[in-house]
Nanobody, 128 residues
Framework: QVQLVESGGGLVQAGGSLRLSCAAS????????MGWFRQAPGKERELAAF????????SYADSVKGRFTISRDNANNTVHLQMNSLKLEDTAVYYC?????????????????????WGKGTLVTVSS
């Protein structure tokens, strides 16, 4: 069992930056693919960013490409999401998730089925 706890959310002005962190306990994260999902009010949950267990493969939703960067620190059992040039439409609850399958399975798969373990989420609010 993996326990995930997100931190770093908050209120930021449009154009600003935030860095989300996800701390894991229970198991070492080095065997898991990791993702940051988000769910905006009235919208479906979507995969914003993915990183494979090895860290060699990353993938981003088109809406965040070039602005968000996912990274992992397996030694410290943490995953981060650096969010730059934030837009109003980035407002959402952001969830850290871990998948027992360490490789990439595609945005469609993750948007439909999610991952195996989830944090409780952290709220990011972007204001004008």
């Amino acid at each position: 069992q993996v326990q995930l706890v997100e931190s770093g959310g908050g209120l930021v002005q449009a154009g600003g930056s935030l860095r989300l962190s996800c701390a894991a306990s229970g198991r070492t994260l080095s065997n898991y693919a990791m993702g940051w999902f988000r769910q905006a009010p009235g919208k479906e949950r979507e995969l914003a960013a993915f990183i494979s267990a090895s860290g060699l493969i990353t993938s981003y939703a088109d809406s965040v490409k070039g602005r968000f960067t996912i990274s992992r620190d397996n030694a410290n059992n943490t995953v981060h999401l650096q969010m730059n040039s934030l837009k109003l439409e980035d407002t959402a609850v952001y969830y850290c998730a871990a998948d027992q399958k360490p490789y990439w399975r595609g945005h469609s798969y993750y948007n439909s089925y999610g991952m195996d373990y989830w944090g409780k989420g952290t709220l990011v609010t972007v204001s004008s």
